[in-house]
């Protein structure tokens, strides 16, 4: 464990000390914003036309946090890959993958720090949206219960990715290329879900199931349910597993 | 400390080390000398646990390479070709990172960084960006970084590269002040290098074990074979080169004379001896005999690196010259 934390830190320390962290976090940040602003004017208007026509009462959660949280999750599918291209990468380009393979660490403490490292700075780049809510919390009265619980799933779904850009990371020199390949691999996990628009056969379900997206619909309406939790687990358990395998493997070509 | 059986390791298509064995006791400087491609970095990253062998056996104190990895590393300090550093880091910070991931206690971390910032004298830049850094700081701070757990074993992949002679000078004199407590192997393919620091040797070409010796031994096994310079002078007249060199061949117990320089009625000569005879005698008296004046007579000692070309030309021709293969082996 402490050697998981010495991992984790250092790779804070180089995000923080690259431009990658503040990039991320800005772009982020300014989407965000961007589409906060909208759907909370939207709501304003809507609300002031339904209160002229004495309708009742629309909920602060279902209109803006809900699909907002949801579209934090989109903004991350673009942002994850700039986040773990670089973690095993960018070590194998420098050789400094022998410094790490070399000490006495276990190849699981490497893979875990790293991980870890990666869901840090993605839950600062989460954090930048807190600013944009709690002014909602301010003028406002919404449920902060569901809340937490989408950026629980937030923090979930994004811990899987990133696991699988982790994952892909230790496959190549290349930082692009295993920027790109994470992108093209999570949008295809993303687009899973749009077979079952209009089918339900087993296909659909399967796919269905395996998509990225299909399991947040719970956590943004504020629903904990373990079979999506344990989706999101077992899945980052699994890409994980695969990482070790890969950075062994990488030992017997090298 | 070091023990090496068999060992082989194979690419997918190459063998990139050859069924090799040598033993390293404790306290030695070992240099590890051959050509590039020869296997040198990758028998050193065997020894690390970097990479498992094909087959064989590696230790380390004891331990085995694949059996007790962890308890090797702990034991290894190793400096890869290009010094493994992290340019966004200071120096200081860097090293204190690879300490802890080496697993000195938090307590002990400032004081061994300023240990080895003073014995590697980086102190001036220790505040510094490693990406700032010049090529011979990099190498002194991947020296820095192989030492600081003030490991048993030290596994140095050409830790001169790329310094210049001054630099070069104080590496050496760093690593022979590490010698006695730490073992130490260093690969290399500058041969003053081993002359200077090591007192053992280990050749390796094309993945093959080609000798293990003392630095002292090798370089008198080798000299079986006496190499003498001669100069002749014929006075007044003007000597015919081919002339002399034929009276010098066809003295008893000489394999080869060749004409090195002619400057007016000078002649001078490097002639070589068949293995086990003394020829200074015979070569006298050659010259002598035909009236000529001898100027200048005596033995050139092979260097390291006639000796080197030697024996990996000898490994590489041994099907057409088995004769001259037998006697590296």
Redesign the interface.
């Known amino acids: 464990m402490k050697n998981v934390l010495l991992i984790c830190r250092k790779e804070l320390r180089s995000y923080f000390a690259s431009p990658i962290a503040y990039a991320v976090m800005a772009i982020f940040g300014l989407i965000f914003g961007w589409v906060f602003f909208n759907a909370s004017r939207d709501f304003v208007r809507f609300t002031l036309l339904q209160s002229q026509e004495g309708g009742g009462t629309v909920s602060v959660n279902d209109s803006i946090i809900r699909p907002l949280l949801g579209f934090a999750g989109t903004i991350g599918l673009f942002l994850i890959p700039m986040i773990t291209m670089r973690l095993f990468a960018e070590e194998k380009r420098m050789g400094t993958i022998e410094l790490l393979l070399t000490s006495p660490v276990k190849d699981i403490e490497i893979i875990l720090g790293k991980w870890l490292g990666a869901l840090t700075l993605y839950a600062c780049v989460l954090l930048m949206s807190i600013l944009n809510l709690a002014l909602l919390f301010a003028w406002g009265k919404p449920d902060l219960k569901p809340v937490l619980v989408g950026y629980l799933g937030l923090l979930l779904q994004g811990g899987c990715l990133l696991a699988l850009g982790t994952l892909i990371s230790t496959m190549t020199k290349n930082q692009i290329i295993a920027g790109i390949a994470t992108f093209f691999i999570s949008l295809l996990l993303w687009l899973l879900s749009w077979y079952t628009a209009f089918d339900t056969n087993v296909t659909a379900q399967v796919l269905g199931y395996l998509s990225i997206v299909t399991h947040f619909e719970n956590f943004g309406k504020g629903v904990l349910d373990s079979k999506d939790v344990l989706f999101y687990v077992s899945l980052t358990f699994f890409s994980l597993f695969l990482t070790a395998r890969s950075l062994e493997s990488l030992r017997w070509r090298a | 400390m070091i023990k090496v059986e068999g060992l082989t390791k194979r690419y997918a298509r190459t063998v990139a080390v050859d069924n090799i064995s040598f033993e390293v006791a404790k306290g030695q400087i070992v240099g590890f000398l051959g050509p590039n491609g020869a296997g040198k970095t990758t028998t050193m ?1 065997v020894l ?5 062998p094909t087959a064989g056996s590696a230790s380390v104190a004891g331990f085995d390479v694949l059996e007790h990895p ?1 308890e090797v ?2 034991r ?1 300090g ?1 400096l ?10 200071e120096v200081s ?1 860097y090293l204190s ?2 300490g ?4 000195i206690p938090s307590a002990d971390i400032g004081r061994r960084v300023d240990e080895v910032t003073g014995r590697c004298a980086i102190g001036d830049v220790r505040d510094k960006l490693i990406a700032k850094l010049s090529k011979g700081y990099r190498q002194r701070v991947g020296l820095a ?1 192989a030492i600081i757990h003030n490991p048993d074993v030290l596994i140095l992949d050409e830790p001169t590269s790329g310094l210049d002679p001054k630099q070069i000078i104080e590496i050496r004199e760093l690593l022979r002040s590490l010698a006695g407590e730490h073992t130490i192997i260093l690969s290399t393919h500058i041969l003053s290098e081993v002359e200077h620091t090591c007192d053992h040797v280990i050749i390796i070409n094309q993945g093959k074990l080609v000798a293990i010796d003392t630095v002292a031994n090798l370089t008198n096994r080798l000299r079986g074979s006496e190499a003498v310079q001669v100069e002749v002078e014929a006075a007044g007249g003007h000597p015919d080169p081919t002339q002399v060199q034929q009276c010098l061949e066809q003295a008893p117990g000489v394999s080869r004379v060749i004409l090195k320089d002619s400057k007016d009625e000078r002649l001078r000569f490097e002639v070589e001896s068949l293995k086990g005879s003394h020829i200074r005698a015979e070569l006298a008296r050659a010259v002598v005999h035909a009236g000529w004046g001898l100027n200048e007579l005596h033995a050139v000692g092979l260097s390291l690196e006639d000796i080197f070309l030697q024996l990996t030309a000898a490994e590489q021709g041994a099907d057409e010259a088995p004769k001259q293969g037998e006697k590296t082996q």
């Open positions: 990253r690390t646990c970097f990479l498992p962890m590393k702990r290894i190793y890869p070709e290009s010094p493994p550093l992290y340019p966004e880091m910070e990172f690879v802890r991931l080496k697993g970084q």
